[in-house]
C-alpha cells in the first residue's frame, strides 16, 4: 500500500531564514501527531506540503501522486485563529465550503450539499448549532465547525493544524472519538499538536521535528524520552 | 415631476450605488476596499490623457466611453503599482496606498491644469471627475454607468460561493484547490470597474466611501453574507439615487457629496439600530 503522506527533501524558509531542513519522511495509515517546539516547523510542513507557502526544495506526494492529483482526498484544517470568526456566516455556511470547488458556484447551497454539512456539523455534536453564527460559538465550538468542514469533504486524508489547542474537555473528547472513528474507516490523521500527555493513549505514530526530523515512527519506538529532551531541550537547529 | 433625463440618471445612479453595494462588501471582507480610493486618484491621469489625446486628433471632446477607458486603463497602472511597491514586504500596503494615491492624483492634477490652458473645449467638464456631477450626464452616460454596474453585480452572484470561502479563509480555499489568484483579481476588476463606472457620477474623491459605507452599514445589521449583500446593494443604491435626485435640483451641490451624506444617514440608522 503506498503511503497516504510523505515527504523527500524539503526545505523552506521564511526569509531567508531556514524553518525546515532537508525533511525526508512518510507517514503510515492511521493517527500521526507532529510534535515539537514552537518554531520547530510543524505548521510549516502542512503549509509547505499544500502549497500554502513555497518551498525551497522537495516534494510532497500524496497516496503516491502529486498534490494537484490527489487534491480531492485531502483535507486541510487550518489553525482556528487565522480567521476572523466576527464573518458574517452560520456554522453551517462554513461547513458548506468543504463542498467547493465542485458544488455549484451561484446562489445558495443546493440543498443536498446542506444536508452533507449538517450530517457532518452533528457528527461533532453541533447539530443544534447549524445556524447559529460562527462568532456566538465558544472558541471550542469553533474548533469543532473547523472540524466539520473537513469531514464534509469527504477526504481520506486529514491535516490538522493544532486542533486541540486551547479547547475545552468536551471539544478534546469529540474530536480525539472522532480521529479514532477515522481511523477504524481507514483514513489518515497528520495532527500537529503540542500536549504530550495524549500521545501514548491515541496515536499510532510521531513525527518529532525540530526544524529537521528528530525521530519518527510507531510511538512505542519513536516517542521516546532521548527524542523528546532533543526536540524541546532548546537546541533546535543541531550545527 | 421628473424629466425622463433625471430619471434615466437616477436609475444609473441607484444601479451604480447597488453596485458599489455588493462589490463593497466583498472588498471590505477581504480586507481590500481602501483600494478604491487608490482606484479613484489613480484613474485621474486617464482621464486626463484620454480627453487630450481625443482632442488632439479631433474627436469629441467629452464622450464618456473613451475617458472611462482611460480612467480604467490608469487606475490598473496604479494597481500593479501598488502591487510593484508591497511585493518585497519591505513597504506596508497602507503606505503604499498613499504613495500611488497621492502620486497619480498629482501627475492627473498637473495634466489637468495644462489641458485647462488648451484653447479648445477638451478640458469643459474634466473637473467634474474629481467631485462628481450626475446633473452633466446625459442618457447614454447614465446607460453605460448603470450598465456596467449590474454587470458588476452579476458576476457577483455567478461567484457567490467561491468569493465568499476566499474572504472567510484563504488558505483553505487554496487547500480546496480553488483559483484564489483569479478570483482575487476578479475582486479587484470588479472593484476597479465599479469604482470607473462610479467617475463621473459621484468624483474620484468619494467613490471610495460609496463602496465602503453601504458595505460597513451592512454588516452591523445582519448576520450572514447574503443579507449583508443584499442590505449594502439597498443601501447604496438608496444613497446613489437620492444624491442624484438631490444634486439634479441643486446643481452647485456635488454628486458625489449628495450621494456620500445620503449615504452616510443610512449607515447612521444601522449604527442606531444594531445598537438596540
Redesign the interface.
Known sequence: MTAPFSVSGLNVSY?GRPALRDVTWQAAQGLTAILGPNGAGKSTLL?AA???IPADSGEARFFGLPL?QA?PR???L?QRA???WD????AL??VA??R??R???????PRAEREIARAALGSVGLAEFADR?IGRLSGGQQQRVFLA?ALA?GADLFLMDEPLAAVDAVTEQTILAVLHDLARKGKSVLMVHHDLSLITAHFDQVLILAGHVVAAGPVAEAFTDAAIAQAFGGLPGRS | MIGHNTLVVLLGCAALGAASGVVGAFALLRGRALLADAIGHAALPGVVGASLIMAGFGGPARSLGPLLLGAALSAWLGLLALRALTASGRIRPDAAIGVVLSAFYALGTVGLSIAQAMPDAAQAGLSHFILGQAATLNESDAMLAGGLALACIGVVAALFQPLRALCFDEAFARSRGLPVRALDLGLLALLLAVCVAGLPAVGLLLVVALLIVPAAGARLVTRGLPAMVVVAGVLGAAAGASGALISTRFENIPTGAAVVLAGLLGFGATVIFSRR
Open positions: 526569509a503549509k499544500l502549497g500554502l494537484e487534491r485531502i483535507a486541510y487550518p487565522s480567521v476572523d464573518f458574517p456566516a452560520s455556511d462554513i465550503m468543504a467547493l470547488p458544488m455549484r458556484w451561484w446562489g445558495s447551497v453564527q468542514r469533504q
